[in-house]
């Protein structure tokens, strides 16, 4: 940060997951003191919390987040490798049954991070709890936001804990509070209405535990993802590399189709995924935990940018904003790439001047649909294939499904195809590059082939690709 760069006094965040270590990071360069409130007590190590509790399961850190996350902490990836977790090479380590088909693997320079979320979030904490001027408060619930009297600026949050009821001033407040944001709920006693809100139906469940990795097993692979061809097909099943020498193994259905929690039923439910494919891996494999469901009823975009008006002063970011179909592992990355456009736009407005913070928040509402759209666009589109999934559909849908699902059988025998899905995918590219001439018209020629040969004999349905 230039030391040109006028700090201002305190900002609140409110949650304390991913999204809210990494905006209390990015809000430290700018504030003399940021209070971080989270109405869990969060424990002593990398273990589950109460408020995340998707952390039980498999999640990626895509390279955009990857990125973030070392501008900000740097080193984090070397020390966190240092402790076990792996950085892939997304198409080279990366086994992929996508659409009916697998992937090819080739190295393409695009890296993935593997780890457990609670011991990434662990260790991001502990970066952010030693900054001097960050400040954790838990067991504290925000039940209303402070504004000016006419209600156009917050002023700071009102809050109940363990002493009482009290109010906490602030010149800036985030909401990172998750799928539980009552943003909604306090825009609306404010007078602005609330955000409209998209949403896709897909009752999707993830059941997870935990394996020891095989002596035996020759490192095929350190990331092994079997994703169904929908619309026939709504199971999926991966299994990932983890500190400790462990695999996380995750099953998910749609459409209440979900795995069981009993040994037995957890393998059968491996067992009706192609083969060879992740039950191959695990039934002999030792488990080291009892598996465990986590439950996402609905994709869901609160589009705060298309309120007529919104208050000075408020931030909301991460799933307060918008929460995935985490099938593409783009939450955390996403969440991280909100925070970096906060202090993009704090430093760019010039703190040693006069104006300050006044209109940030206009601002930033306006501009993090531009983090978010690709990613939502590539789980919804999908989860939109299903004729069970509920919500509105775009115009010219059949077009899109038919587009993308010829590209995707087409990564599984041009490489270069493939590698520019996955730079759209980790962020590098908008979607737009999937019609530039190279790619496009390999798609379309590939979607002549496939009105006239079976899938089988254009793509690779069968074979687990090796390397």
Same mark, same amino acid.
């Given at each position: 940060?230039?030391?040109?760069?006028?700090?201002?006094? %305190?900002?609140?965040?409110?949650?304390?997951?991913?999204?809210?270590?990494?905006?209390?990071?990015?809000?430290?360069?700018?504030?003399?003191?940021?209070?971080?409130?989270?109405?869990?007590?969060?424990?002593?190590?990398?273990?589950?919390?109460?408020?995340?509790?998707?952390?039980?399961?498999? %999640?990626?850190? @895509?390279?955009?987040?990857?990125?973030?996350?070392?501008? $900000?902490?740097?080193?984090?990836?070397?020390?966190?490798?240092?402790?076990?977790?792996?950085?892939?090479?997304?198409?080279?380590?990366?086994?992929?049954?996508?659409?009916?088909?697998?992937?090819?693997?080739?190295?393409?320079?695009?890296?993935?991070?593997?780890?457990?979320?609670?011991?990434?979030?662990?260790?991001?904490?502990?970066?952010?709890?030693?900054?001097?001027?960050?400040?954790?408060?838990?067991?504290?619930?925000?039940?209303? $936001?402070?504004?000016?009297?006419?209600?156009?600026?917050?002023?700071?949050?009102?809050?109940?804990?363990?002493?009482?009821?009290?109010?906490?001033?602030?010149?800036?407040?985030?909401?990172?509070?998750?799928?539980?944001?009552?943003?909604?709920?306090?825009?609306?006693?404010?007078?602005?209405?609330?955000?409209?809100?998209?949403?896709?139906?897909?009752?999707?469940?993830?059941?997870?535990?935990?394996?020891?990795?095989?002596?035996?097993?020759?490192?095929?692979?350190? @990331?092994?993802?079997?994703?169904?061809?929908?619309?026939?097909?709504?199971?999926?099943?991966?299994?990932?590399?983890?500190?400790?020498?462990?695999?996380?193994?995750?099953?998910?259905?749609?459409?209440?189709?979900?795995?069981?929690?009993?040994?037995?039923?957890? $393998?059968?439910?491996?067992?009706?995924?192609?083969?060879?494919?992740?039950?191959?891996?695990?039934?002999?494999?030792?488990?080291?935990?009892?598996?465990?469901?986590?439950?996402?009823?609905?994709?869901?975009? @609160?589009?705060?940018?298309?309120?007529?008006?919104?208050?000075?002063?408020?931030?909301?970011?991460?799933?307060?904003?918008?929460?995935?179909?985490?099938?593409?592992?783009?939450?955390?990355?996403?969440?991280? $790439?909100?925070?970096?456009?906060?202090?993009?736009?704090?430093?760019?407005?010039?703190?040693?001047?006069?104006?300050?913070?006044?209109?940030?928040?206009?601002?930033?509402?306006?501009?993090?649909?531009?983090?978010?759209?690709?990613?939502?666009?590539?789980?919804?589109?999908?989860?939109?294939?299903?004729?069970?999934?509920?919500?509105?559909?775009?115009?010219?849908?059949?077009?899109?499904?038919?587009?993308?699902?010829?590209?995707?059988?087409?990564?599984?025998?041009?490489?270069?195809?493939?590698?520019?899905?996955?730079?759209?995918?980790?962020?590098?590219?908008?979607?737009?590059?999937?019609?530039?001439?190279?790619?496009?018209?390999?798609?379309?020629?590939?979607?002549?082939?496939?009105?006239?040969?079976?899938?089988?004999?254009?793509?690779?349905?069968?074979?687990?690709?090796?390397?």
């Amino acid at each position: 940060m230039s030391n040109s760069v006028r700090k201002y006094g %305190h900002a609140v965040v409110i949650g304390g997951s991913m999204a809210g270590l990494v905006n209390a990071r990015v809000l430290a360069d700018y504030f003399d003191k940021v209070t971080v409130l989270d109405r869990d007590e969060r424990p002593e190590g990398p273990q589950p919390r109460k408020g995340a509790p998707q952390g039980q399961h498999v %999640h990626v850190l @895509l390279e955009a987040g990857k990125r973030v996350l070392e501008e $900000l902490f740097p080193g984090l990836t070397r020390d966190m490798q240092s402790e076990g977790i792996n950085v892939i090479d997304s198409s080279r380590d990366f086994a992929w049954q996508h659409f009916g088909v697998w992937k090819v693997r080739a190295e393409c320079g695009i890296e993935t991070v593997l780890c457990t979320r609670p011991y990434l979030e662990w260790t991001v904490f502990q970066r952010v709890k030693a900054l001097p001027n960050v400040h954790f408060r838990e067991r504290v619930t925000v039940e209303e $936001l402070s504004t000016d009297a006419a209600k156009q600026r917050v002023t700071g949050v009102k809050l109940k804990g363990p002493d009482g009821e009290e109010t906490v001033e602030a010149d800036l407040v985030v909401d990172t509070s998750g799928r539980g944001t009552r943003a909604p709920r306090w825009l609306e006693e404010l007078g602005y209405g609330q955000p409209e809100e998209e949403k896709v139906g897909i009752d999707l469940a993830y059941t997870s535990r935990y394996y020891k990795r095989p002596a035996s097993f020759k490192d095929e692979w350190k @990331l092994l993802v079997q994703y169904p061809r929908s619309p026939d097909g709504w199971r999926a099943g991966f299994i990932s590399n983890v500190e400790g020498d462990r695999w996380i193994v995750s099953m998910n259905g749609y459409f209440g189709d979900h795995a069981p929690t009993d040994d037995q039923g957890f $393998l059968e439910f491996a067992r009706s995924l192609p083969r060879p494919g992740v039950y191959d891996y695990i039934q002999d494999a030792e488990p080291l935990s009892a598996p465990v469901t986590h439950k996402i009823p609905t994709s869901r975009w @609160l589009h705060y940018e298309r309120l007529p008006r919104f208050p000075d002063r408020l931030i909301v970011s991460g799933d307060a904003v918008c929460s995935f179909n985490p099938i593409f592992g783009q939450g955390m990355t996403t969440a991280s $790439l909100g925070a970096k456009l906060l202090g993009e736009l704090i430093r760019d407005r010039g703190l040693s001047t006069s104006g300050g913070l006044t209109g940030i928040a206009e601002q930033f509402r306006r501009k993090l649909p531009g983090v978010i759209r690709i990613p939502w666009f590539m789980t919804s589109i999908m989860d939109m294939h299903y004729p069970q999934a509920t919500g509105s559909r775009p115009p010219g849908v059949g077009v899109m499904h038919w587009f993308l699902g010829r590209l995707i059988e087409l990564t599984s025998v041009d490489a270069d195809v493939y590698h520019q899905f996955l730079r759209v995918l980790h962020m590098r590219d908008g979607l737009e590059s999937f019609l530039q001439p190279g790619t496009a018209l390999s798609v379309l020629a590939y979607g002549a082939k496939s009105l006239f040969v079976p899938l089988p004999e254009r793509a690779n349905v069968d074979r687990m690709p090796r390397v």
